[in-house]
């Protein structure tokens, strides 16, 4: 757990240095060219080490449908997504440390999973999701997907009545299962924490929400939630509440400082105000809302009010990768495009420090994560700058977020562990996860939505199709 970092580039304010960094039991112990070598020396020659980002908003076992998914909208695309989910807790499993080492191989060393659970399964599930993080070493933040609400209550009514079927789970199964899964896996000081991740208002009544705060300040989690992904989600909060669905959070306590948000795509002046006010943290997720046509964030607007926005990547199957140097790219230069202001575009430094620092804020961890300072603990990766991608040589960190860095990582650490060495990943077998996913999986072309085909219609005419 200790070791050294000779001679490795870093950047400074405004530009880069040369410098030595020491690692003590996790923690960056000193920056400063010339320092002993304490434990280990590594050779940071030709290297770029930066803290480790944060896909901050992502669904494991998606990964077994990537690909394949149908060109819809959200609501649409979860009918088939749900369709042709015959999970099982090894495929979990395999999907788990896929996504692990997919995040770790592009820049990241924090993943936070929205894990869908398996019906009767659940605890099974969120079980086997901390087994193959810790097993790659990545630090997880696995929030258990929930809701009680059925599918369908998730698009707006319009002038039909509409009947959804009961949610085959009380909620107070549902919250005794989260609590549970506290008891049994939330262990921030080992690199797993569980957070409540009600998945929005689109599925989850006030009742949940409110178990969902109660547990937070009872065992001091961070939640997680979708917000305002579609369209059709703000006409529904519409109709669920007479007001805005950020208002509506706002009023019954569930924004805050510990709380990130995924997507964010609908919302209005108001409600940017809202969530700047709140200290809530808002999670970009652009490959997915390009997939899925749910829309752009307005990034800069949250920015300009001072709310922290950090990337996601999203579930594999709305993306159909875990690349998070992708997401980040795509969510910094989205933007050249909405805004005319060129004055706000976000800059390569400033990508790096939404994927840093600004998740590490979104789950109330910017003291301890999220940029190279002593005192903090030691998540950090380090790009090869002799890769063919990064050449020739101009500014390490402009290559890196606006050019296709393939290759890139030679080594990650988390909390001081080193899990990442010459752009292999040590602590598990990547070719046997490769045949194992092979094996488990056919090619395919054509598949039928069942839900789908019941449901279109009333969605596109309550979407005025
Ligand atoms: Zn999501």
Redesign the pocket.
């Known amino acids: 757990m200790h070791f050294t970092i000779k001679n490795v580039l870093i950047p400074t304010d405004d530009a880069y240095a040369t410098t030595d960094v020491q690692v003590v039991e996790g923690i960056i112990s000193a920056i400063a060219p010339d320092l002993d070598v304490v434990g280990t020396a590594i050779n940071g020659e030709h290297k770029l080490l930066l803290p480790g980002f944060f896909n901050a908003?992502t669904?494991s076992s998606e990964m077994w449908q990537r690909g394949i998914m149908s060109i819809l909208p959200l609501e649409l695309w979860l009918a088939e997504l749900y369709d042709f989910a015959p999970l099982d807790t090894e495929k979990v499993y395999l999907s788990a440390l896929g996504t692990a080492v997919e995040t770790l191989l592009s820049g990241g060393t924090s993943v936070v999973d929205?894990l869908v659970l398996i019906p009767g399964q659940e605890l099974e599930t969120i079980a086997t999701a901390v087994r193959a993080y810790q097993e790659v070493g990545i630090r997880a933040f696995v929030a258990p997907l929930i809701q009680d609400e059925s599918l369908t209550a998730g698009i707006p009514s319009g002038e039909s009545e509409q009947n959804h079927q009961p949610y085959f789970r009380s909620m107070a199964d549902t919250l005794a299962i989260i609590e549970e899964a506290v008891r049994q896996f939330h262990r921030p000081e080992e690199g797993v924490s569980i957070l409540v991740a009600p998945t929005g208002i689109q599925l989850c009544s006030d009742a949940l929400f409110s178990g969902c705060i109660e547990l937070s300040d009872r065992y001091n989690l961070c939640r997680h939630s979708?917000l305002l992904e579609t369209k059709a989600q703000e006409k529904l909060a519409q109709e669920k509440y007479g007001c805005s669905a950020v208002e509506h959070l706002k009023r019954i306590g569930y924004l805050g400082d510990r709380t990130s948000l995924?997507h964010c795509v609908w919302l209005n002046d108001t409600d940017i105000e809202i969530l700047a006010a709140t200290q809530s943290t808002v999670v970009h997720n652009p490959l997915s809302n390009l997939r899925l046509g749910s829309g752009i964030a307005p990034i800069l607007k949250y920015r300009q009010a001072g709310v922290n926005v950090t990337f996601g990547c999203?579930?594999a199957s709305s993306n159909d990768s875990q690349d998070l140097l992708e997401a980040i790219k795509i969510g910094s230069i989205l933007h050249n495009v909405t805004d005319i202001d060129y004055q706000y575009w976000i800059t390569p430094r400033q990508s790096v420090e939404m994927a840093a620092l600004g998740g590490a804020k979104g789950l109330n961890m910017g003291d301890k994560l999220g940029s190279l300072t002593v005192g903090k603990q030691a998540d950090l990766v380090l790009y090869n700058l002799t890769s063919l991608s990064l050449l020739p040589r101009t500014d390490p960190i402009g290559l890196l977020v606006l050019g296709r860095p393939t290759n890139a990582v030679d080594s990650a650490w988390v909390n001081g562990k080193q899990v990442v060495v010459d752009g292999k990943i040590t602590t598990t077998n990547v070719d046997e996860l490769r045949q194992e996913l092979f094996n488990r999986s056919q090619w395919d072309t054509q598949r039928k939505s069942q839900t789908v085909a019941e449901i279109e219609a009333h969605y596109r005419t309550v979407m005025g199709l």
């Open positions: 908003h669904h929205h979708h995924a999203d579930g």
